[in-house]
């Protein structure tokens, strides 16, 4: 079992920034990758990016050049750095751990308006 917390969403301005994190416990040492997706209602939860135990990061089309994914292996944490936030990447955040299963957190909204 792998429990995953997010944390770090709330409103912003166009062009703002937000940084949302992602705390996991449990059988970590079963985690391949660790990502974040995104859904708004009526639409199907979407990648918005993902990071291997190795290091090697993905991200959709949408957000290259604006976010960046990382890790804190000795805190367990993976982080979202969120820039130049734009009204379309309104959304509740889920972050996600491959562990043989997938596992989700609870989400946390990002709202972006001015």
């Known amino acids: 079992q792998v429990h995953l917390v997010e944390s770090g969403g709330g409103l912003v301005q166009p062009g703002g920034s937000l940084r949302l994190s992602c705390a996991a416990s449990?059988?970590?040492?079963?985690?391949?990758?660790m990502g974040w997706y995104r859904q708004v209602p009526g639409k199907e939860r979407e990648l918005v990016a993902t990071?291997?135990?190795?290091?090697?990061?993905n991200y959709a089309d949408s957000v290259k050049g604006r976010f960046i994914i990382s890790r804190d292996n000795a805190k367990n944490t993976v982080y979202l750095q969120m820039d130049s936030l734009k009204p379309e990447d309104t959304a509740v955040y889920y972050c996600?751990?491959?562990?043989?299963?997938?596992?989700w957190g609870q989400g946390t909204q990002v709202t972006v308006s001015s």
């Open positions: 996600n751990a491959a562990a043989g299963y997938f596992y």
């Open positions: 990071i291997t135990s190795g290091g090697r990061t």
């Open positions: 449990g059988s970590i040492f079963s985690i391949r990758a």
